[in-house]
């Protein structure tokens, strides 16, 4: 199993932040222009939580190439600011564990620190080690470059 944390600083006060979090426009532009996903749907949304199937441009090992997509549900704890999520693969989903939790710290008036804490678990014979990596890897990247859109986004206001 992998377990990281991802730190970044957004240009953004919290109540900002989670303005942009929960417009479902913004979000699915940052995905499908901002990250290049295939697709990007919202199939629930409230106040506190959301299910979004999403299709990445992700470069993963063996079973997982070709028409990899995800199903991530979240939720927000009221009044703490932790979105917890997990995410299930479309292949392999009883073999591969994708979820964490994301928080946000004032840094000052006009920035937070955006930290997440993921775990990665495969449990597939030969390749896991690699499909762990792999994941590390690209949520890695993706969590680097979500925030540095939604700060492009913020500075242009």
């Known amino acids: 199993m992998a377990t990281f944390v991802i730190t970044h600083e957004i240009r953004c ?5 989670w303005k942009l979090f929960w417009n479902k426009a913004f979000t699915e532009k940052m995905y499908r222009e901002g ?8 199939r629930e949304q409230s106040e ?3 299910t979004v199937d999403l299709a990445p441009n992700w470069s993963l090992p063996g079973p997982m190439r070709g028409g990899f997509t995800l199903s991530e549900q979240g939720e927000l704890a009221r009044g703490s600011d932790i979105w917890r999520w997990r995410a299930t693969p479309s292949t392999l989903a009883d073999k591969i564990h994708l979820d964490g939790t994301m928080r946000l710290e004032p840094i000052n008036s006009t920035s937070i620190r955006r930290i997440g804490d993921l775990k990665v678990k495969a449990t597939v014979p030969i390749v896991d080690i690699l499909l762990e990596s792999s994941f590390e890897t690209r949520l890695r ?12 986004h913020l500075s242009m206001r």
């Open 13 to 17: 006060n919290k109540e900002q932040f």
């Open 35 to 42: 990250l290049g996903y295939r697709a990007y749907e919202i």
């Open 48 to 50: 506190t939580e959301r």
């Open 141 to 152: 990247e993706e969590w680097s470059r979500t925030a540095s859109y939604m700060s492009k």
